[in-house]
């Protein structure tokens, strides 16, 4: 029985045109939206890096939702 966790990461926090996500267990997908819910952006990454243009996005507070197999994982990142 593997009770392994994937483990999710974001930074720069807080970024300006680019972040990283990784995930410890390799592929991964994310979705990106504001804080009223308005998807941004949604990926898919077959390695355990991702890095994610966030260029367009206005300053202000977004929340990324990762999954990678059964585990997901909301983090929060700042928009310089």
Do not use: W
Not at 9 to 22: D, F, I, M, R
């Amino acid at each position: 029985l593997n009770s392994a966790r994937s483990e999710f990461k974001l930074y720069p926090n807080p970024g300006a045109n680019e972040v990283n996500l990784t995930a410890s267990a390799g592929a991964f997908s994310y979705v990106i939206s504001d804080l009223y819910g308005h998807e941004m952006q949604r990926g898919f990454s077959v390695n355990a890096d991702q890095r994610v243009n966030c260029s367009s996005f206005a300053k202000g507070v977004y929340v990324i939702r990762i999954a990678a197999g059964d585990e997901i994982s909301t983090l929060k990142f700042v928009k310089q």
